[in-house]
């Protein structure tokens, strides 16, 4: 049982490059999240999905786009970096009913040049 | 969801039981108390949550007031790993999608 695994850890664009920041459970958790966290702004939304084929905005979305096809895997796609999104990039999964607590992963670390 | 609020930093000797507080006078009938830690450079990691009666697992307690409007989580014997900033949050069943992470605790573990 891996939890939340985000890959790649570390990156480095070039303003303007596109990338997808992967992320996967093995919990079959319905809910996935995904948050950036700059300093001294805490954790910020930026899109989340209640299960496979449905998705919603956070409080951050602009300049990222998500597809949930399966229920394990929630990419993050960047469509044209831009240094503005600079920031260190976590995963979260749930169950979505009841009171279960949000497992994180590790982050991914992403710098735009 | 309720607002939290949790004094930006305690010290605590190694060894020693470490007690944070948390003040969530705010909270409804239906809201669960949960508390995270961030050590440095890593995701949040999940410690322990509670509806109105005290928790207890391998990583803390969790001790909450009758009237709910407070609580303090205890590490009951601190280790050099335990230095970080720990989150105190409020949420309901139904509540917002997202987890709101205050300022947080910044514990430091004195050897």
């Known amino acids: 049982n891996a939890g939340v695994t985000q890959t790649p850890k570390f990156q480095v664009l070039k303003t303007g490059q596109s990338m997808t920041l992967q992320c996967a459970q093995d919990m079959n958790h319905e809910y996935m999240s995904w948050y950036r966290q700059d300093p001294g702004m805490g954790l910020r939304l930026i899109h989340y999905s209640v299960g496979a084929g449905i998705t919603d905005q956070g409080e951050v979305p602009n300049g990222y786009n998500v597809s949930r096809s399966t229920t394990e895997d929630f990419p993050l796609r960047l469509l044209s970096a831009a240094p503005s999104q600079t920031s260190v990039y976590f995963c979260?999964?749930?169950?979505?009913?009841?009171?279960?607590?949000?497992?994180f992963g590790d982050g991914t670390r992403l710098s735009i040049l | 969801d309720a607002k939290t609020t949790q004094p930006p930093s305690m010290d605590c000797a190694e060894g020693r039981a470490a007690n944070l507080p948390c003040n969530h006078s705010?909270?409804?009938?239906?809201?669960?108390v949960y508390w995270y830690r961030q050590i440095h450079s890593q995701g949040p990691q999940y410690i322990i949550h509670g509806l109105k009666n005290n928790e207890t697992n391998e990583m803390a307690s969790l001790i909450i007031t009758e009237d709910r409007k407070s609580s303090t989580l205890i590490l009951p014997h601190a280790t050099l790993r335990d230095t970080a900033v720990y989150y105190c949050?409020?949420?309901?069943?139904?509540?917002?999608?997202?987890?709101?992470f205050g300022q947080g605790t910044r514990l430091t573990i004195n050897p």
């Open positions: 949050i409020v949420r309901g069943i139904q509540g917002a999608q997202k987890l709101v």
């Open positions: 979260a999964s749930r169950k979505q009913v009841g009171n279960q607590p949000q497992h």
């Open positions: 705010t909270i409804s009938g239906n809201e669960y």
